[in-house]
């Protein structure tokens, strides 16, 4: 597809239920980014992975949450034990890197993954 | 650290009139200046950006920004607003060398009557 996908595109669980979210990136970019944006805190940076590097998770709440990227494409976001803070709307964003390096490149967003705990 | 301030959370203009949506910043060291907008139940859609160059910024559907270093501002602009601009807005930087994550602002409601 041409844009970032993600899945699935909403999620009701009961609190201490684990959770697994899925993004697919635009084919060929390297860097992929999770954001949660809610109610209370608006838009936050959750996560960052770049290619092969060890990714930037210093936005992550808690322990409770982790993330992966399997081959440098897909990447899961696993919430274990879900709260009902945890709820919100989970962004993730993909931009390619040029010579110019990530930090001119536009982030592009999927359409989230609403994740709602009872 | 790098922070955002939209002042407005809400702006309503009349279809035909002139927008701005405010944003300023507060960094150490050079930003990159994104907005986003987000349409009802739907993920952030890029505008336009500033990286360097040029402080007045075009970008997609008619909109604008202007980079004002001095007075840390990058508003964002339309010269004749449409029903169909309604939605949220985002304002975002990101600082080289600061983390790659964009910090935003907590956006701004942008209504537009017929």
């Known amino acids: 597809g041409a844009g970032v996908s993600q899945s699935p595109s909403n999620k009701v669980t009961e609190k201490g239920k684990d959770v697994e979210l899925r993004c697919d990136p635009i084919?060929?970019?390297?860097?992929l980014y999770w954001y949660r944006q809610s109610l209370g805190q608006g838009l936050e940076f959750l996560i960052y992975?770049?290619?092969?590097?060890?990714?930037?998770k210093s936005g992550l709440p808690s322990d409770r949450f982790s993330a992966e990227r399997t081959g440098g494409s897909v990447s899961t976001l696993t919430i274990q034990r879900t709260q009902q803070e945890d709820s919100a709307v989970y962004l993730c964003?993909?931009?390619?890197?040029?010579?110019?390096?990530?930090?001119?490149?536009?982030?592009?967003f999927g359409p989230g993954t609403r994740l709602l705990v009872l | 650290a790098q922070s955002v301030a939209q002042p407005e959370d809400q702006v309503n203009v009349a279809e035909g009139n002139p927008l701005t949506v405010k944003c300023t910043y507060s960094?150490?060291?050079?930003?990159?200046l994104f907005w986003y907008v987000q349409y009802p139940n739907r993920g952030l859609q890029f505008l336009l950006k500033?990286?360097?160059?040029?402080?007045l910024v075009k970008g997609s559907y008619g909109f604008e920004a202007e980079f004002n270093k001095s007075q840390t501002s990058f508003h964002l602009k339309k010269p004749s607003a449409l029903v169909s601009d309604s939605a949220l807005y985002f304002c975002?930087?990101?600082?080289?060398?600061?983390?790659?994550?964009?910090?935003f602002g907590g956006g701004t409601r942008l209504m537009v009557k017929p």
């Open positions: 964003a993909s931009s390619p890197q040029t010579s110019g390096g990530t930090y001119q490149e536009t982030q592009y």
């Open positions: 960094v150490s060291g050079n930003p990159y």
């Open positions: 975002a930087v990101r600082v080289f060398d600061a983390g790659n994550m964009l910090t």
């Open positions: 500033y990286i360097t160059g040029d402080n």
């Open positions: 992975f770049q290619g092969n590097s060890a990714p930037d």
């Open positions: 084919s060929g970019h390297t860097a």
